[in-house]
Structures are given as structure tokens and as C-alpha cells.
């Protein structure tokens, strides 16, 4: 069934796979009378039983979180009966027992109306979401939930922040319980023909030495699987800039680390510029993981769509696009609103022959389609400033390598419709020295939730759907942030392995320059 296991590492992590899992949940059609759902459920949810025999569909995913990090949620959650566990901890000990345990955190009001089947909860707002489990609209199997005791979330008397603690972490957790063979190896017998392993963790962090070890054992346990990492980073300019060098060392040791092991490492932070239709709370991890979802969750929307679907891609048919030299495996991940850009194209430009001309001479006549398909938001950090010159200077210098593309919830143009074969194109394109270019399209929108957050100015439409347009990409932009972290680190007597770490990033930055020369003065910006 090609199944997908999902690890979720940390709780910024937490926060941006609940709304996956809730975006999954609401694909479930329960209407017989509906259209068939175009999901294979089935590639992200086991099926099982619950203590009364009756049918659950749970996430296929892992869960970790320090301590403090799950608030209301409780391990057995509401479909498990919690009974026979505790019947099997008093048959440890024939003694009398204290139980001493910390005060339950109350579910928040909006867990409460879903409990009680309420049509509509109360609205959520950043003063009512504390923790990620206040808006889940999924339960979890047992098994999901692992708490991390060694750590308390928040902590300033020991803050889980460098990256070797992470590191010591797993090593200390793995050799006392084998982690693998606890918690991932019962997920991945249960697949039938796993599709590949995709991780959410922060990268800035010490969830980062947490994921390179972790990322390094299933490279070692499942070697041809496709390992995806999703790296969190936060905006190191609004730190004090000890944290600022701590968080870009942690930031370099893990895209150094996993692009190694892992099979594609995509940088996921919030864009410098936000267009004019987005208003993101950035003091608010609900916000800020929900705009990131939306990129996330449309771009592996093809690996999740069923057999007799056209065009679904795995994991693995992405990596073939994007990694065009065998050597590429981070790729920079841009979205956007459909409907929003549509408006704003043609409130500015009027037609095609007006936004070319403001492009002024930037784009040939044969790279209309490309010029057209620019996103409105980056994810990754090397990005552009948003000054005229410098874009224009960015556009000269950036060469795509290769590129994988999803349209959702609108009708492709027509130079978008398929006309030949993929992998003819696919080949012309690359003896031609052209950008491999992989595009999906899929008529289901993305949708907004009651779960998500009011990020965009105004409703997308009546259906509170809207239109996703994503891209991944691996370019010669990749090439100048891993020079910006070499020179960095090389700088810092501190960091552990300097010579090693810095050798790797200029490894990186070569890899993403062979074969392409723009000419261009990286100082000059």
C-alpha cells in the first residue's frame, strides 16, 4: 500500500504535524452519497480495533515530546482502555504502592466540544491554544505518545537547546531501550510495502542532534527507504546573539549531519516577506506551523493519492526530479495562495505582454511558463531581500537544478497539461542542461479548518477551502547559505569538530555549484 511513517520530534514539530493529521482526518469521506475521497487512507492510518470491537484509524506516527510538551493529551486517549496496563503494573509489586502524580492540565474548550460532538466548537485564538494537543482533531494509538523525562519543556535550569545534548540523548535512550526496535520497527512491520519515513523536527535545536542520530540508525536499518527531513528554524535575528550563534551552529551541524544520511532535507522557516494576503502571528506557534502546513501538507499530497489516481508520485519519484546530480538532497520549498495570486497578477500586470515588460528583459520568451510560476513565499533561508536590485541580481545568478511541482484545488493552465511522456522529457531536459521539472495536479483544495488559525486577510472562498500552488526545488541559492554557515563556523574555536563541520558545508556549497557558473559577485548584495 506504500505506507508512510511519520516521526514527529519536538514539540514546535508537534505543532506543525497536528495540522497535517488534521488536514488528513477531514479527507475521511463518512457520506456514502459523496464522491469518493481521491486519499489512500490507508498510506498514513492503520486500521485496528478498539476495546469494544469497533473499527479506529489511527496515525501512523511516532510522537516525542519532553515533559510539560503534551498538555490535556493522554496516552491512551479515547479509544484504548488504560485498564489492563495498570492491572499488569500492579502485578510488578505485591506491596502497597504511593502514587504520587503532577495535577492533570485541563482540555481546553475546544477538546471538550469535539468530546461531546459538538457541530460547532468555539473558535480558537492564540490565547486559548497553549499546547499543539489543544486543536488535534485525531486520536492517537498508545503507542504514538512517548515522553522524554530527561527534560522538562521550558526549562532554564537546563534547557534543551545544544545540539550535542540532543545527540547524547538519543545515544542515552537508544542503548537503555534500542529505540528502533521499540518504537519504529512495530509501525513498519505492520506496511505492507513502506513508501519511505518522513520526519518534522526542529533543526536550530537540540531536537537536531535528536533527528541526525535517530535519521543515521534508520539509514542503517533501512537502507534503500527514502528518509525525509523537515527542519524547523526559527528567526535567529530576533534572539541575543549568543543564541543567534548557538541556534545557526545547530542549524549547520544538522543540515550538514542529515543531508548526509538522509535522502532530502527541506529547511522549513517563515518567509522575511510575507505577501500582502498573509498575516502570520509570529509569537504563536499555532500561526507560525500553520502557514507551514500548508506548504508541507500540498507538497506531498501526490504520495498519498490512491493507484487509480493519474500522476501519483512517491517519495522517491520527488527524489529522482530533485536530486539530478546524486548529490543535491536539500531542496527549498516556495507556496502559494492560487487565488490570491491570481488577483494580485492581474491588479499589477493586466496581461502576460504587461508582466513580462516589468520583468524588464529578465525573462526570455521561451521561460514564460517559469516566469509565471513563481511563488509568493519561501520557506527556506536563503532567500532574496525583497529590494528591487536585489531580486533582479537573484534571478540572474539562481540556476534550478531540479524542480517537483503541485497544483491543488484549481484546473492547470494549458502549457501545464502533460503532453508527453515523463520520462522522455525528463531525459531531453537533462541532456539539454535544462531544469527537471516533475508536476502534479490534484482538484482538491486545502482545508482551512476550524482547528486553523485566521493567517489569510480575507475568506479564500465559501467552501473555506482554498487553492495551493508549492514547489521544491534544488538550486545554486543552497550553494551560498552553506558558504554563509561555513564562514560562520569556521570562525567559532567552540564548536566541536570545527575542521570536520566546516569541510562538510564547503562539500555542500560545491555540490551545488558543479556544472554552473553564473557569474555572478556573491558580495555585491
Known amino acids: 500500500m506504500h505506507e508512510i511513517v511519520t516521526l514527529q520530534l519536538g514539540n514546535r514539530a508537534n505543532y506543525l504535524a497536528t495540522h497535517f493529521w488534521n488536514a488528513q482526518e477531514s479527507y475521511f469521506n463518512y457520506d456514502a452519497e459523496n464522491e469518493p475521497s481521491t486519499i489512500d487512507h490507508n498510506i ?122 540532543g545527540e547524547d540523548l538519543f545515544r542515552n535512550l537508544d542503548r537503555e531501550h534500542d529505540l528502533l526496535d521499540r518504537d519504529v520497527r512495530p509501525w513498519a512491520e505492520e506496511c505492507d510495502q513502506m513508501q519511505g519515513i518522513q520526519t518534522f523536527a526542529s533543526a536550530d535545536d537540540a531536537w537536531g542532534g535528536f533527528a541526525a542520530r535517530y535519521i543515521e540508525s534508520l539509514r542503517d536499518e533501512y537502507g534503500k527507504t527514502p528518509l525525509w527531513f523537515w527542519g524547523l528554524e526559527e528567526d535567529v535575528r530576533q534572539s541575543q546573539r549568543t543564541k543567534q550563534l548557538l541556534r545557526t551552529v545547530n542549524i549547520a551541524q544538522s543540515l550538514q549531519a542529515i543531508s548526509t544520511t538522509g535522502s532530502m532535507y527541506v529547511p522549513l522557516a517563515v518567509p522575511s516577506y510575507l505577501p500582502p494576503y498573509v498575516r502570520v502571528d509570529q509569537t504563536s506557534q499555532w500561526h507560525i506551523s500553520g502557514l507551514l502546513s500548508i506548504a508541507v501538507e500540498s507538497m506531498t499530497l501526490p504520495s498519498r493519492l490512491k493507484l487509480d489516481r493519474p500522476k501519483r508520485g512517491h517519495l522517491s519519484d520527488m527524489e529522482a526530479a530533485l536530486n539530478v546530480n546524486g548529490n543535491q538532497t536539500i531542496a527549498d520549498l516556495q507556496c502559494s495562495a492560487v487565488e490570491y495570486t491570481a488577483k494580485e497578477v492581474s491588479k499589477a500586470a493586466g496581461d502576460c505582454r504587461t508582466s513580462i515588460s516589468i520583468m524588464e528583459g529578465l525573462v526570455y520568451e521561451d521561460e514564460i511558463e517559469k516566469a509565471n510560476s513563481k511563488l509568493d513565499m519561501t520557506f527556506s533561508t536563503s532567500k532574496p531581500s525583497q529590494t528591487a536590485l536585489s531580486l533582479r541580481q537573484w534571478e540572474k545568478a539562481n540556476h534550478v537544478f531540479g524542480k517537483v511541482e503541485s497544483l491543488r484545488g484549481a484546473p492547470p493552465p494549458d502549457s501545464e ?27 482538491l483544495p486545502y482545508p482551512l479548518l476550524d482547528s486553523f488559525p485566521s493567517i489569510f486577510t480575507e475568506n479564500l472562498s465559501p467552501t473555506n477551502t482554498t487553492a495551493i500552488r508549492v514547489s521544491l526545488s534544488t538550486t545554486t541559492q543552497i550553494s551560498k547559505r552553506a558558504k554563509g554557515l561555513h564562514n560562520i563556523v569556521s570562525r567559532m574555536t567552540s564548536v566541536i569538530d570545527r575542521e570536520a563541520l566546516s569541510n562538510r558545508l564547503g562539500e555542500i556549497a560545491e555540490e551545488y555549484e558543479e556544472g554552473w557558473n553564473s557569474g555572478f559577485d556573491e558580495d555585491s548584495d
Open 44 to 165: 498514513h492510518f492503520r486500521p485496528g480495533k478498539g476495546p469494544s470491537g469497533e473499527d479506529t484509524y489511527t496515525p501512523r506516527t511516532l510522537i516525542y515530546d519532553l515533559k510539560g510538551g503534551f498538555g490535556s493529551l493522554r496516552k491512551w486517549g479515547g479509544l484504548y482502555d488504560q485498564g489492563d496496563a495498570e492491572d499488569d503494573l500492579k502485578n510488578l509489586w505485591a506491596g502497597s504502592v504511593v502514587k504520587q502524580q503532577d495535577a492533570p492540565i485541563a482540555q481546553s474548550e475546544y477538546q471538550k466540544a469535539l468530546d461531546e460532538g459538538v457541530e460547532e466548537p468555539p473558535k480558537l485564538s492564540t490565547k486559548t491554544v497553549r499546547y499543539w494537543s489543544d486543536f488535534t482533531r485525531v486520536f492517537y494509538h498508545p503507542r504514538s505518545i512517548i515522553q522524554i523525562n530527561d527534560y522538562e519543556l521550558g526549562s532554564a535550569i537546563l534547557p534543551f537547546e545544544q545540539w550535542s545534548s
Open 417 to 443: 497539461v502533460d503532453k508527453e511522456d515523463r520520462a522522455l522529457s525528463c531525459k531531453r531536459r537533462r541532456l539539454a542542461s535544462l531544469p527537471v521539472v516533475e508536476k502534479y495536479h490534484n482538484p
